[in-house]
């Protein structure tokens, strides 16, 4: 026959408030016990509040199971809010354990004690007594088990999906990367092929002294070329090792950007191209100036570049700026050329992704980009395919859309490119007036 608190309604009565006088007693001993049991400090390092998170409540379910009372608080729950506790306090699992081992010592060594105290005490209330303890306990400890394994799985899922992600970026900067450096060795052997078939015409002699200067023109151009993909391509790696600092300074960008304007105006007259500013007279602003410098430029040259000559109907590049509101402003350069090259979809696509929303301010085209290079280099070419090629090999910019989405990112800026096959392409960048640097 099993055996219920009111077999022994009193003298029950009279262990339960002997159990909730020691209460203190009993928390502050098992307290000491952890401390000394742990080494590690972390017991110190919790207010008593902290330390005996739950169990107060779990001690009142005690109470009110030996009284055969109705509970107005779920065990398992107060059990899992304990290892819940213990879990955002950095515990393991078997310290939790551990400690909830050492508080039913203690329970039982308080109910020795009331044994001697009074020795007189029916031994079936006390074995009552002690079944009651072991159950709440053993409950106890399931319930923060419980949770702790739910946390642990939920903290393994979460690793696991972190380190996935890390594994696709890698995985998606390695195809970047070598999409990048196809493109750049691509156009590093088309240059090089120039020089090597403009070597070769200067060596005939049916040529009259101005194609030789032609031939040689094409030359020195293509040697700037490779020199500037050179260039990127160290500054790339430059950036990407983290060898670049800030230095945030006040400066106007408007003034700035009407600079690099009228610097490149001769460039733009070279091509009959109409380059245009418009934009608030002063903008403050706190950045890097050479950081930003070098954004605007890289993308205005390769605007410039992109933008097809037209000797009876001038083309136009547009540059302008703006405030949007107290915290950011932005630039934006649009021009007319072909759109994003075909040689530089992965790229254009992986990082540099195409407004299509609504706000857009061009129209969105899904039709495929033009190609800019040619995929094979002539053995000895006319003069007039070697100007045609000469002027392709010096619209690469693979690595310039590299280096500006590494510097907007340093900058804490946001990119935003807009292309459509045969109209051109804008290139907005966002950039925060007060940089957090400062």
């Known amino acids: 026959m099993s055996i219920s608190g009111s077999d022994f309604s009193q003298p029950l009565a009279e262990v339960v408030n002997y159990l909730f006088t020691r209460r203190e007693s009993l928390l502050n001993s098992w307290r000491t016990i952890c401390e000394n049991e ?36 779920i065990l398992d729950v107060a059990a899992q809010a304990h290892g819940l506790h213990r879990w955002q306090k950095t515990y393991s699992l078997i310290e939790t354990m551990g400690e909830l ?22 031994k079936a209330l006390l074995v009552f007594v002690y079944d009651q303890i072991n159950l709440v306990m053993q409950q106890t400890i399931h319930g923060s088990v419980q949770k702790y394994d739910e946390l642990q799985r939920l903290q393994a899922s979460s690793r696991a999906a ?98 690099i304007v009228s610097s490149a105006q001769s460039m733009a007259a070279e091509k009959n191209i109409i380059l245009r500013a418009d934009g608030a007279n002063t903008l403050l602003v706190e950045t890097d100036r050479i950081k930003l410098y070098r954004i605007i430029q890289n993308i205005l040259i390769n605007a410039l570049k992109y933008t097809p000559s037209n000797a009876l109907h001038p083309a136009i590049v547009s540059v302008s700026w703006s405030s949007e509101g107290d915290y950011r402003w932005a630039f934006s350069i649009q021009d007319s050329g ?75 800026a946001n990119l935003d490119i807009e292309s459509v096959k045969g109209r051109g392409t804008l290139v907005r960048v966002r950039l925060p007036i007060h940089h957090s640097g400062i």
């Not at 107060?56 to 109470?63: A, F, N």
């Not at 970047?176 to 120039?194: Q, V």
């Not at 969105?364 to 002027?391: C, F, K, R």
Request: glycine share 6%.
């Open 38 to 73: 742990s080494g590690t400090g972390k017991v110190s390092q919790l207010s008593r509040e902290e330390f005996n998170n739950q169990i107060p409540t779990i001690l009142d379910i005690l109470e009110l199971r030996l009284l055969s009372k109705p509970q107005q608080v």
């Open 101 to 122: 081992n050492v508080l039913t010592q203690t329970l039982f060594n308080g109910l020795k004690l009331y044994t001697e105290l009074y020795p007189d005490t029916d």
């Open 162 to 259: 972190t380190l996935q992600q890390a594994v696709d970026q890698m995985q998606e900067l390695s195809l970047e990367r070598s999409e990048m450096l196809r493109t750049s060795s691509h156009d590093l052997r088309g240059s090089f092929g120039i020089i090597s078939s403009a070597a070769m015409m200067l060596k005939m002699e049916d040529f009259t002294l101005d194609e030789r200067r032609q031939f040689l023109d094409m030359m020195v151009q293509s040697l700037k070329n490779v020199h500037g993909m050179m260039t990127g391509l160290m500054d790339l790696s430059r950036l990407e090792a983290g060898q670049e600092s800030l230095l945030i300074e006040s400066l106007d960008a408007a003034e700035l950007l009407k600079d």
């Open 338 to 412: 072909p759109g994003i090259p075909d040689t530089l979809s992965g790229i254009f696509t992986n990082q540099l992704r195409p407004t299509v929303e609504a706000t857009a301010v061009m129209e969105p085209d899904q039709a495929e980009p033009v190609v800019v290079l040619p995929n094979g280099m002539p053995q000895i070419p006319s003069s007039d395919q070697l100007a045609e090629l000469t002027n392709h090999a010096t619209k690469s910019e693979g690595v310039g859309l590299q280096i500006v989405k590494r510097l907007c990112k340093l900058l804490d």
